[in-house]
Each structure stands twice: as structure tokens, then as C-alpha cells.
């Protein structure tokens, strides 16, 4: 939909007339008929490209390049303002769903633009419209900055790659050090102006250069990016001169692929490659989509991707076990876990192996409809070792008949059933091991050690837990999608949703935190750990029924310290466990570690702490986690805070060892002054280089750093009064 500029836009430009009478005249006759637009703004016929509603089935529409919503000149934006609404009314007319905007330009009115989309967003006409920001993600070229806001991109459809362009001093005189983040930050101010609003995406305009800073790209992957702008400019001949990607494009291409965005290409027809002809792009791209591993991963049988496919980025509410009776279906879908199951059954092996002949006692802890069981049965039958007892507790009464009927027909009655709560059944006997599978996301979440706590009293002295030890880690995510999830539910309030952790299959996601130590050298690793637990816990005191007195050796808390290294936005904090069975035997959905102890394993999602308020986090932040796991007599629950932080000079401390250029006012050259070291930059990304401790020399300092406090979270969940987990 491709329009010409109208007389309004840019009309206070005015014109370079011969005569000073001429100029004045046509000056006036402009302003008039600008008048008149602003008034009563329409089309004629042939200032639009599509009239009918046969030409814009799935049709996106390209609002025209020059509008200027950013402009420095409150003129412009106005008149760019109401063009846009001129566009959208009449693409509304012709049921266009979605309409790509040109990027903003202009660092120091990305609010200007942003508070106009807001406006057209909250506006009635095209509530069904997708408004699609196209984002640059080329970094800013040294020296183009212009005040103007206006380089490249003004022609029609948009097809020319546009620039960035930074008004003079427009991030604090750091030009040079801002201009890194500039397409992201403005992106930012947008979605944020306009509430994360779910009809705002992104079309990101993959024109060269692409970004090769190591986790540049990463951000993008938080975002919603519907579409991908691809010019032909952004390939580059293989050795046949076929159009082929950039190795790093190519690695950002297959990885977003997961999120089925639309590829726009443009230039085309321009015969830029000299083999392929026009198609030889497109072709290409197939090939990519076919090679993409999340994307495979997604479409192959048996994976955890295609069998999360249908939960990606969808917050669920956590199971609790202890507290509901669950039902069949829940079972049947926990069964259908190829690894899990597995892995218990190796574990009960490996126990039953170190016993050797001993006679065994064992229980299955929390049974379901008997998969454990089953897998125990299993292993039993593998050892052939000395006489077993088999013994299983379920307090789910519906689940106590599959239970009972799988015992005649697969047990040969083999085991024996115990209906109630491992906390107060009381079993004939001590037994040598216990299984349980009461494990949530988080690792403690379904209360397992409040349950275990209770079931330990049937352990002989020696006997063994399976799992033995538990691990619940935390890792800064950013994630505009969950962020709008959690907010838009149709159910509960604002406040009670976003205190409420959940359980997701992480997507659109990214984790703001990097390895090493960061700025100070203080900072852990990027996923962290933050508790643990261990069974059977043999110090506690406990009632003459062997019950503990209370429950408070199950608190605990975590206040840990991530290093920032690019810009982003908090939205929450993803949750994971690693458990450790028994021997060599683990279960685990920690990002670094999942593939080694469990691939594959589909019984868990991630868990996810939300934020009420997204925190913008500079590049070098340090970020302070506060986790509390809480519990009173009926109750567990979790609080969650956090801080943001600054590396910046110690106020007293002055740095011998550099050496000051001579002026007329200094000792003569050579000499040794104290001086204070530079401020590490907030909008400096970090390198490599700059990741480590020793990476404040590079950035020019070399003395001691403490850190000022530049923003917090507010306390999440006080008093479990949003989210708990009943006993
Ligand atoms: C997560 S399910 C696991 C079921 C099954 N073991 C499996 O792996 O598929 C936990 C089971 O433990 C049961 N459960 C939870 N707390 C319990 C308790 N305190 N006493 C007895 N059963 C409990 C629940 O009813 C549920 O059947």
C-alpha cells in the first residue's frame, strides 16, 4: 500500500521558488491544501496500489517509507501521525491483517514514535490488525549520524536498507558507545510505550551487516518476531554463484526458524547472483528451514520439542499432587516419558546390585497407576539377587483401583498396596529402599521433601532414598511473549497472576545472564544454583511417631549475583532441578546439564518465576536474586525480589599506576598521578574480552569497583498471599 507523500507531510520544509512573491504564493497554496488534508484526509485513486478486497487475501501491507513519527520537528511527526491513520483506515477498509511500519530512525524520539503506535493501537478502527515494526538489526555506521532522522529508507515500499540515525548527543554525548543497542533500546521504548501490546511484532530487517558480536543476536530470540525482511544485498555468491547466507546469518536463521516466522524478500528480480535467478533465494531459505534443528527437532516423533510443540510459551499452573487427587489423563501423559521411567529402573537396579544377596525391603512412595512400580518389578526380575518384599503407597483413591488391578493382572499380586498418605500410612515393616517420584519443576515445588520427611520413618538405618538429593537452579529470562502471557490470563487478577510461578516450555526466551564473573569478578555462573535437598535426612528431630516437630528445616533461601553482559529486559526468572537418583543414575532439565543426565526426557518444563514490572538492565549490570522458599503449618510457598546494579569506582579510591599525558599543569612526562579509572559504559556491550575481572583493565580502569544500585523489583508473593503449595 504504497503511498505518495502527501502535501501535509513536510509542507513547514517549504520550497525554493524564483521569486520571493512566487514563494510566498505557493507557500501559502501549500499550507492551504495541507489544511485541507489534515481535515479531511483521502486517497485518490491513484495514490494506492490495491482497491479490492480480492487483492489482499493474505496480503501484508507496507505503510509508506517516509513516514516520520520520530522526526525532530513536532510538525512532521503530527503530519506523519495522521498519514499513518489515513493508511490504516483504508487498510482496515480493504481487511488488511498486517501492516509493516517503517523503523524508527531516531534514538531521541523513539518515545515520539512509540506514543503514536500506542495511540493508533488503542484506537478503534483495525483492532484486528497486526502492526509490524520493521527493526534494523545492523549496528549503527560511525559517522552517519544526522539530525535530520531521515538517511535511507524513503522509498516506496521500503525495500532500501534503512540506518539508524542518532541526533547528536542523543544518549548522553556516548554516541559512539549507544549507537550498539540503538535498534533493540527503541525497540524497547515501543513496546513498552504501548503496554507489550499482543498486536505489536517485529519484522526483522536482517540487512546488512549483520551483527557478529558473540550474543548480539541472542535478544531477538525474547522478542515477537513475525516476520524476517530479507534483501537480496544479504547474500553473498557461493563458489557456483548461487545466493547462499553469511555463516553467522545462516546460525540466526535456523535457530529462529522455530518461531514459523515470515521471510519477506526483496530485490529479488535485481539479478544481484549469478546463478539461482530470482527463485534461487527462496529456494535457499527451504533449504535452511529443512536444516534448522529446532525446527526438525519440533516436526520428529519422540522429542521433547515435538512433544512440547503444542505448550511452547503457554504459562501452566504447577501440578500439586499432595493437595488434588490427579486424574487418569495426567498419569497417561507423565507415561508417556521414555527417559524417566528408564532411568529409575536403572537406579533400583544399581541399588539392589550393592546389596548382593541381602533379602530387600522396598517401597514405592507416591505410586500413581503403578509406572514405578513396574520399572521396579522390572529391575528385580533383572538382579535374580536374594528375596524381595514389594510394598506401594498411593493416597489417590481413584488411582489405588489401576493400581489393583495391575497388581492381579501384570504383579502376580506381587506387591502390596497401601491406600493413604506416606505421612501417617504406617507400613508392617522397615524397609531398606524407598522410591518416590514427587519432584516438580523446581525440584521441591511438588513438596516432595515434606513428603519424604514423612516417609523416611519407614527407612531401616542404612536404607536408601531414591532420589537421594535434589538442586533447584534460577537464571535471569527475558521474554516479552510470557510477559504478555502471564498479564492477558483470562483468569485471576493482575497482581495474584504475576506472583504465581508456573511451569513452560521455554521458546521465545533468552537468558540475560553470561559466564564469568563480570565486571567485578564477583558474579556466578548463568544458571545458578540456589538450594538443596537431601534424603533421608538423619539429624532431624522428630515425634515418638518419627514425624518431624515442624517444618522448618525445609525453608531456605538464595541471594545470588548474575553478571549482565548485553542490555535486556527482566521479565522472570526461569526455574530448574537436577536430582540425583542413586550410583550414577540422575534426572535433570538444567540447561547445561538435561542432555548428559536425561535427553529427551519430556515429564518436566522449566519452571518460571514472573515479574509484575519488566527491569531494564544496562549491559554490565550485576543482578542480586532474592529466593525464599517459605512454610507455615499448612502451607509452602515462594517470595522473589531483585536488584540491578552499576559497576562504578569506589568514591575515595584513586588509582596509582597511570600515566598522564603532559600539559603544562602536570609533572613533567612520565610521572605517575593518581587519576581515577573511567566509568565502565552501561551501553558498552561486553566482548570476550571484557568478561572477566581483568577485563576492567581493558576498559581503561584497573582500580576497585563497587557498584551503585539503579533499579528493584518489588517483593513478589509475600506471605504466599498469590501462589502456595498446600500440605
Ligand atoms: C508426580 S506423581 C508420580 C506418579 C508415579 N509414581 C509416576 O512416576 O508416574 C506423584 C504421585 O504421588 C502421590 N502422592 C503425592 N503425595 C503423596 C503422599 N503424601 N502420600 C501418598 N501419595 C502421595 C500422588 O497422588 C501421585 O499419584
Known amino acids: 500500500m504504497c503511498l505518495q507523500q502527501p502535501v501535509g507531510v513536510g509542507a513547514n520544509h517549504a520550497s525554493t521558488s524564483t521569486s520571493r512573491e512566487g514563494e510566498v504564493s505557493r507557500g501559502e497554496d501549500l499550507e492551504k491544501e495541507a489544511e485541507e488534508w489534515r481535515l479531511h484526509p483521502k486517497f485518490e485513486r491513484e495514490e494506492v496500489t490495491v ?35 489515513q493508511e490504516l483506515a483504508y487498510a482496515t477498509y480493504l481487511d488488511v491483517r498486517t501492516v509493516v511500519l517503517p523503523p524508527p530512525r531516531n534514538r531521541a524520539h523513539a518515545a515520539d514514535y512509540a506514543r503514536s503506535i500506542n495511540a493508533i493501537l488503542n484506537d478503534t478502527f483495525g483492532s484486528y490488525m497486526q502492526i509490524a515494526i520493521r527493526i534494523p538489526v545492523s549496528e549503527v555506521e560511525r559517522g552517519t549520524g544526522s539530525p535530520s532522522g531521515l538517511l535511507a529508507g524513503r522509498e516506496c515500499g521500503g525495500l532500501k536498507s534503512p540506518q539508524i540515525v542518532l541526533s547528536p548527543g542523543s544518549i548522553g554525548g556516548e554516541e559512539e558507545e549507544g549507537g550498539l543497542d540503538s535498534a533493540w533500546e527503541m525497540w524497547d521504548v515501543i513496546r513498552t510505550v504501548c503496554g507489550y501490546n499482543a498486536r505489536l511484532s517485529i519484522v526483522l530487517d536482517l540487512s546488512p551487516p549483520f551483527p557478529l558480536r558473540p550474543g548480539a543476536m541472542d535478544r531477538w530470540s525474547a522478542e515477537p518476531i513475525r516476520h524476517l525482511f530479507l534483501p537480496a544485498t544479504s547474500f553473498i555468491p557461493n563458489a557456483k554463484g548461487y545466493p547462499v547466507l553469511a555463516k553467522a546469518t545462516q546460525v540466526f536463521l535456523k535457530e529462529v526458524m ?60 504447577p501440578l500439586q499432587p499432595l493437595m488434588d487427587n490427579l486424574q ?55 538382579c535374580s539377587l536374594g528375596r524381595t518384599t514389594l510394598y506401594a503407597i498411593e493416597k489417590n483413591p481413584n488411582a489405588l483401583v489401576t493400581l489393583q488391578e495391575r497388581n492381579t493382572l501384570e504383579w502376580n499380586g506381587a506387591v502390596t498396596l497401601f491406600f493413604g498418605d506416606m505421612r501417617s500410612v504406617e507400613l508392617p515393616e522397615k524397609i531398606d529402599i524407598l522410591i518416590s517420584e ?34 533447584a537452579h534460577v537464571a535471569p529470562l527475558s521474554s516479552s511473549k510470557l510477559y504478555n502471557e502471564v498479564l492477558h490470563q483470562t483468569v485471576g487478577d493482575e497482581t495474584k497472576n504475576a506472583e504465581t510461578p ?67 529486559v527482566l521479565h522472570g526468572l526461569a526455574g530448574y532441578f537436577e536430582a540425583h537418583l542413586y550410583g550414577d543414575v540422575s534426572l535433570s532439565i538444567h540447561p547445561e546439564t538435561k542432555a ?92 570476550p574480552s571484557v568478561e572477566g575481572p581483568a577485563s576492567f583493565m581493558d576498559l581503561g580502569g584497573g582500580g576497585e569497583l563497587s557498584r551503585v544500585k539503579i533499579g528493584q523489583t518489588s517483593l513478589h508473593n509475600p506471605g504466599g498471599r498469590s501462589s502456595w503449595i498446600g500440605l
Open 328 to 382: 487418569s489423563s495426567t498419569y497417561a501423559i507423565f507415561e508417556r516419558d521414555p527417559v524417566k521411567y528408564e532411568r529409575y529402573e536403572e537406579a533400583v537396579f544399581q541399588a539392589l546390585q550393592a546389596r548382593g544377596q541381602k533379602p530387600t525391603v522396598l517401597c514405592v512412595a507416591g505410586a500413581g497407576r503403578g509406572p514405578l512400580i513396574a520399572r521396579t518389578y522390572k529391575a528385580i526380575q533383572r
Open 596 to 687: 548428559q543426565k536425561s535427553n529427551n526426557m519430556l515429564s518436566w518444563f522449566p519452571f518460571y518465576f514472573p515479574l509484575k514490572d519488566p527491569l531494564y538492565l544496562p549491559a554490565n549490570a550485576e543482578l542480586d536474586v532474592h529466593l525464599w522458599r517459605m512454610t507455615s503449618r499448612q502451607k509452602v510457598w515462594y517470595e522473589w525480589y531483585a536488584e540491578s546494579f552499576l559497576p562504578a569506582p569506589t568514591p575515595t579510591t584513586s588509582v596509582m599506576g597511570y600515566i598522564t599525558p603532559q600539559t603544562p599543569n602536570t609533572p613533567r612526562q612520565g610521572s605517575i598521578t593518581p587519576v581515577r579509572p573511567p566509568r565502565p559504559s552501561p551501553m558498552l556491550d561486553a566482548s
Open 258 to 317: 522455530q518461531f514459523l516466522p515470515i521471510v519477506i524478500l526483496s530485490k529479488t528480480q535485481a539479478n544481484l547472483h549469478g546463478a539461482g535467478g530470482s527463485k534461487g533465494y527462496a529456494e535457499y531459505i527451504r533449504f535452511l528451514e529443512k536444516t534448522s534443528r529446532p525446527l526438525q527437532a519440533m516436526r520428529t516423533e519422540g522429542t521433547l520439542e515435538s512433544f512440547a510443540s503444542t505448550y511452547m510459551d503457554r504459562v501452566q499452573a
Open 438 to 471: 514427587l519432584l516438580g519443576s523446581f525440584g521441591d515445588n511438588e513438596l516432595s521433601p515434606e513428603c519424604l520427611d514423612g516417609a523416611q520413618r519407614f527407612l531401616k538405618e542404612d536404607g536408601i532414598s531414591i532420589p537421594s538429593f535434589y538442586t
Open 51 to 85: 482497491t479490492r478486497l480480492e487483492e489482499t487475501f493474505s496480503l501484508i501491507g507496507m505503510v509508506s517509507a517516509w513516514l516520520e513519527l520520530d522526526s525532530p520537528e513536532s510538525g512532521i511527526r503530527y503530519d506523519s501521525e495522521l498519514a499513518l491513520r
Open 502 to 568: 508456573y511451569v513452560v516450555m521455554f521458546q521465545a526466551t533468552n537468558v540475560l545472564s553470561g559466564e564469568g564473573g563480570g565486571v567485578r569478578g564477583i558474579c556466578g555462573t548463568k544458571v545458578q544454583e540456589c538450594w538443596s535437598f537431601e534424603h533421608p535426612r538423619r539429624d532431624l528431630f522428630v515425634d515418638a511417631r518419627g514425624l518431624p516437630f515442624s517444618n522448618t528445616h525445609n525453608t531456605r533461601s538464595a541471594h545470588l549475583t548474575f553478571h549482565i553482559p548485553h542490555s535486556g
